[in-house]
């Protein structure tokens, strides 16, 4: 195959990176990959502590999607091993380890979800317990010994942590090698991580400059803002917009991001072509309204094509700006005579994903019964011969409650 020219690689290769180590490097990379027609090796690793994957992951799959669209090689490192130890990046605590069985579960979903960006027939996938777990107690105080522990410790979170008397455990130091360890076993041309995870990605360097390689490139990718603009998007944090999201609640989660974020998500995460940015930049900041709105369509058309996102679109001018019960809202029915715990209906008809969440939005006052809120978690609803009840559930959810 041919390959675009080295210019026309680097300007989609530099859309919203932070930081290329070092970007001279990648240059005569890409120069020899185009001259020698071999397509790089580009390489993520991915730790499956989390089923589910959301558009701050997205940055960087986009960006191994780039590399893919360019003609070259991407491997995707499932971290079956490292999963075990637990990445301490950016963590004021030791990371408690996954079981095998966890880790198993959360990567056939994060592989599928991960398929929605991906070329999955093109990806190459690997399991990093393969090479890791053959490793001998000889071989790990061989790789220990590549390290110093003087280095270990200029490691932001690792220093924090000393100067706070907060424990670190010794096998967190082995994180980073193992990580490293990874490059030098799939002889990685270029390694994509997160600003949070520069370290560990130069220590890839290092190992494979020890080993004899030609040591890969480090391409940071910035950590994107949650609906909150001003967390990273995390759920732990409660401000992540799932990509297996309802369409209804992708589309209405991305329009509550503030204005100037706008801009900063359709560099990130949607498929606008580059020239355009200026314009969408402009746009934004004269109408950030509308330009929400083309976001928010775009996004979700991305996930789940172009009608649902016609849909969702109408679904929050009918709900949100119409204050209307959608036409699709489900009804449920309840025996006349009884009386249910507001909170067990919200969850079993599945309005959230867990009790957890029903209290939040319940004491934050998002959820209503007939326009009114309820504050109250123990709150009961009596049903009577004929009674009906609207019940409202955050910004976008509605069901009716019969009794009958």
Known sequence: MSFPTVDKQLTIIKRGTVEIVPEEELIEKLKTSRKTNTPLRIKLGCDPTRPDLHLGHSVILRKMRQFQDLGHHIILIIGDFTALIGDPTGQNKTRPSLSAEDIKENAATYLD??????????????????????????????????????????????????NNNEPISLHEFLYPLAQGQDSVHLKSDVELGGTDQKFNLLVGRDLQRDAGQDPQVCLMMPLLEGTDGTLKMSKSYDNYIGISEEPNDMYGKVLSIPDELIY??????????????????????????????????????????????????????????????????????????????????ISEANMTQSNGETKRLIKQGGVSVDDEKVSDINHELTFNEGDEYTLKVGKRKYAKLISR
């Open 113 to 162: 979800q991960a398929g929605k960006i991906l070329d999955r027939e093109k990806t190459e996938i690997v399991y990093n317990a393969d090479w890791l777990g053959p490793i001998t107690f000889e071989g790990v105080i061989k790789l220990s010994s590549k390290l110093t522990v003087a280095r270990m410790i200029e490691r932001d979170d690792f220093s924090k942590r000393f």
């Open 264 to 345: 900063r998500y359709y560099e990130l995460v949607t498929d606008i072509a580059t020239q355009k940015l200026p314009e969408i930049r402009e746009k934004a900041a004269k109408d950030p309204r509308n330009t929400k709105h083309d976001l928010a369509f775009t996004i979700t058309r991305m996930y789940h094509g172009k009608e649902l996102a016609k849909s969702a679109r109408q679904y929050f001018e009918q709900t949100v700006v119409n204050k209307e019960i959608p036409d699709d809202a489900p009804e449920l029915e309840f025996e006349p005579g009884t009386s249910v715990r507001l909170l067990d209906i």
